[in-house]
Nanobody, 124 residues
Framework: QVRLVESGGGLVQAGGSLRLSCVAS????????EGWFRQAPGKEREFVAA????????LYGNSVKGRFTISREGARGTVYLQMDSLKPEDTAVYYC?????????????????WGQGTQVTVSS
């Protein structure tokens, strides 16, 4: 059983930065991508970013492109989401997800494992 634990959320002023971490335990050797999604109150879950198993391929949602960076610590290691130039509209619960589709990194329905989420709040 895969378990994902996110950390690094918090309260930050607009223009500031935060770094989220996602540690996976119980991993099996596979090549499926891991990703970050977010959900704000009253809104649908939104794709943020995803990365493949060795970090060679990444994908970003349009709303965060150029401001957020996803990376990982070695092959199948801890996944990070560096969030810079944060805006109030980035406020949401951020979820780490694992074992997504290699054909569509942004397809949330394809991810088999999810973390409990970490709150990010950006004040104006």
């Amino acid at each position: 059983q895969v378990r994902l634990v996110e950390s690094g959320g918090g309260l930050v002023q607009a223009g500031g930065s935060l770094r989220l971490s996602c540690v996976a335990s119980g991993r099996t050797a596979d090549t499926y991508p891991e990703g970050w999604f977010r959900q704000a109150p009253g809104k649908e879950r939104e794709f943020v970013a995803a990365i493949n198993w060795n970090g060679a391929m990444t994908l970003y949602g349009n709303s965060v492109k150029g401001r957020f960076t996803i990376s990982r610590e070695g092959a199948r290691g801890t996944v990070y989401l560096q969030m810079d130039s944060l805006k109030p509209e980035d406020t949401a619960v951020y979820y780490c997800a694992a074992d997504g589709s290699e054909l569509d990194y942004s397809d949330s329905d394809a991810y088999g494992y999810w973390g409990q989420g970490t709150q990010v709040t950006v004040s104006s």
